[in-house]
């Protein structure tokens, strides 16, 4: 059985004020909800949220990490660094890290591997941009994307990822996958799992993610092979995000 995890990925937005009273409305709201709820804030609110999540139902975790665990490498962050300040999962491959900082596949792998090292869970992201599914691209950009970030892990790595299909045409447009296209990625995803990791993909979750919203949610979670979200926009109201969350357990 895997468990839904709905997921807030809040990118560039809340000060350590904001956090604050963002997680202070929050937790009662969500209370103890079966799905696992995890908050990803920039990284100057994670020591802020750490604390106020500690013991909680809500889970921490942080939106890039850095491969490396110390020294010269200006402005980054290393996973020694999230752990410390309670993150549990990082994600890696976010597309916006992709694109517009050129994380490259490689890099993407490496973060991976770093994250898995220094005791995080990494959720790699993966996704089709709309030329490439136009172009019929989709399953080749996907597999491209798997293989690189997790062709040849180990089982006990592979244990500790989550997979998040996200189509990029449908990140912060408002354009979202209708639930055939989100199940026939996330199935391929799981097929691809199963044909290079074999029993692995039977425990895998795949997460989508790009312009969820409460009115959109509750048909994407019920896809057999979609076991959670990954909520931009939508989660940084905190109402709204616990509703989402609600609506995970439905
Ligand atoms: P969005 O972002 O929900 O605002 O589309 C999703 C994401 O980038 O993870």
Redesign the pocket.
């Known amino acids: 059985m895997r468990r839904c995890l709905v997921?807030g990925?809040w990118?560039m937005h809340m000060t350590v004020a904001e956090t604050e009273s963002f997680i202070v409305r929050f937790l009662p709201l969500v209370g103890a909800p079966n799905a696992e709820v995890v908050l990803f804030p920039p990284f100057t609110s994670l020591d802020c949220a750490g604390r106020l999540l500690r013991e909680t139902n809500v889970g921490l975790g942080a939106q890039d990490v850095y491969f490396e665990s110390k020294g010269a490498y200006t402005g980054a962050v290393s996973p020694g660094m999230l752990v410390a300040c309670g993150c549990r999962y990082v994600?890696v491959g976010?597309?916006?890290r992709r694109h517009v900082f050129g994380d490259g596949n490689d890099v993407v792998r490496r973060k991976l591997d770093a994250a898995v090292v220094g005791g995080l869970d990494p959720i790699l992201?993966v996704g089709e941009t709309i030329a490439e599914r136009r172009g019929g691209q989709t399953n080749t950009v996907l597999e491209t994307q798997l293989e690189a970030g997790l062709g040849g892990l180990s089982e006990a790595a592979l244990a500790r990822v989550v997979i998040?299909y996200?189509p990029v045409w449908?990140?912060?447009?408002?354009e979202?996958a209708t639930p055939e296209q989100a199940q026939e990625a996330s199935a391929w995803i799981r097929e691809w799992v199963g044909r290079r990791h074999g029993r692995a993909a039977e425990k895998v979750r795949i997460l989508y993610?790009?312009?969820?919203?409460l009115d959109n949610a509750r048909s994407l979670l019920a896809l057999p092979d979609v076991d959670g979200s990954?909520?931009?926009?939508?989660?940084l109201d905190p109402d709204g995000f616990a509703a989402i969350a609600a609506a995970a357990e439905a």
Do not use: Q
């Open positions: 997921a990925n990118k994600l976010h597309s916006e992201c998040a996200e449908a990140i912060g447009t408002g979202t993610g790009g312009s969820v919203k990954l909520v931009g926009g939508a989660s």
